[in-house]
């Protein structure tokens, strides 16, 4: 990394960047997808010229990628895309690299959206987002910003079903692509990140066992199966809640205990929400859950933990741990809530290993390059990464690997090509 520091930025302490240098460094060894993809950005510079804002977590992984998308001539702003997300080293490790960050771990509301402000400041050509933060404001506050963007890239769930609500109503002005459509996104990062990361967040928060406890699961998509699975890999009794019919019956199917929120709030000891939703856990839940039950997010947002609900049922409440608080009930209660109601893989632990992200990223780096090269002829709707970007990530990975596959014959290729079946 260079030395010279970003002209504009808001940071914890630039002292820490060579922490975050080393940190950044150590991820990248499990990131060897995007470090084919940096080589190559170095070479061709398909992004040179083009502002880029990105909100994102700022982390580790997330420094792997930034430093990809300058290699390939970007010039790029980041800024978190939530308040307990950042990783203050990290975010000094990139100022030191020459790219502007405003992030701070712990940053309240309003701190959280001038670093917001100040992203969209650059006039971005283009954005990446975790959450569709940026796309929103611009939309919101900043229309003066519109025709300049050719486009934008989507992380996560929450951010696809907001964009998708905008497209559907005729109010996105350019197009995004929705970088969690993607297989090499969705079917490993949501399930496998998720999975292993929110475990990780609950044991680093609370050191509680979680062999014989049972762990209710709010929501069966890729990463409540993710979740699901560990924790029952882990000793626990999963139970699921859902409100979608196919997803409940593949829980069934899988293995799980599956009833109503009500009902599994009587008998949960540590409650995960991963919907996407809006007061997942709610007053009647609340009411329901025995004492000393532990509550925790690992959605985009913390709107699926009706805090306010369980404030109003509150008489007293305390910080016990490092992201751990307790909430006495006025019936004598005490509940828990961990992380702020936020992605408490990212709160109180490290969020998703690289291995992971290296795929994610793969797709933000491929996705920004495509935009570029493509946006004139897309319409302002969201758009899933094209397959052939997905299979290539999917064939560098197992490269990494050291795996090999075999591919289809010239006679296979024409049987599958045929009308015909065989008899």
């Known amino acids: 990394m260079v030395s010279t520091p970003a002209a504009n930025y808001d940071v914890k302490d630039l002292g820490l960047a060579e922490v975050g240098q080393r940190r950044i460094a150590w991820a990248g060894r499990e990131m060897p997808v995007l470090a084919q993809i940096r080589e190559r950005f170095a070479r061709e510079r398909p992004l040179a010229g083009k502002r880029l804002s990105a909100c994102l977590h700022v982390t580790a992984e997330t420094g792997n990628l930034a430093l990809t998308l300058q290699a390939g001539g970007a010039d790029v702003v980041l800024c978190a895309s939530n308040p307990l997300s950042t990783q203050d080293d990290v975010a000094a490790a990139l100022v030191s690299a020459g790219i502007p960050v405003y992030a701070i771990k712990g940053e309240n509301e309003h701190t959280y959206y001038r670093h917001i402000s100040a992203a969209l400041d650059h006039r971005p050509h283009l954005t990446m987002d975790d959450g569709c933060d940026l796309v929103a404001e611009i939309h919101k506050g ?71 406890k049972t762990i209710v699961v709010c929501g069966y998509g890729w990463c409540g199966r993710g979740v699901a699975s560990r924790a029952r890999g882990m000793g626990a009794q999963v139970v699921i809640t859902e409100v979608d019919s196919i997803r409940a019956l593949e829980a069934v199917m899988d293995g799980f205990q599956v009833m109503p929120q009500l009902r599994a709030a009587e008998i949960g000891d540590i409650f995960i929400t991963v919907t996407g939703g809006v007061n997942v856990i709610d007053a009647a839940h609340l009411a329901a859950m025995k004492d000393g039950a532990i509550m925790c997010n690992s959605g985009h947002f913390n709107d699926e933990i009706n805090i306010p609900a369980l404030e109003r049922i509150t008489t007293s409440r305390s910080i016990v741990r490092d992201f751990v608080e307790e909430f006495r009930t006025t019936d004598g209660r005490a509940l828990y809530l961990l992380g702020d109601g936020r992605l408490i893989n990212l709160a109180a632990a490290e969020g998703h290993p690289a291995s992971v992200m290296d795929m994610s990223f793969a797709n933000q780096a491929l996705g920004a390059e495509y935009m570029v090269r493509e946006a004139q002829n897309l319409s302002n709707q969201v758009h899933v990464i094209p397959r052939e970007i997905d299979r290539e990530i999917a064939r560098l990975k197992l490269l990494s690997m050291g795996i090999r596959i075999d591919t289809l014959t010239a006679e296979q290729e024409a049987y599958f090509n045929s009308r015909k079946s065989g008899t």
């Open 142 to 212: 900043r229309r003066e910003l519109i025709p300049g963007v050719i486009g934008g890239a989507e992380e996560t769930t929450t951010g696809v079903i907001r964009l998708r609500a905008m497209a559907a109503e005729g109010a996105l002005e350019f197009p995004v692509l929705a970088v969690n459509e993607a297989d090499t996104k969705h079917l490993f990062d949501n399930r496998y990140g998720t999975g292993q990361s929110t475990l990780d967040g609950i044991i680093r928060a609370t050191n509680v066992l979680l062999a014989g």
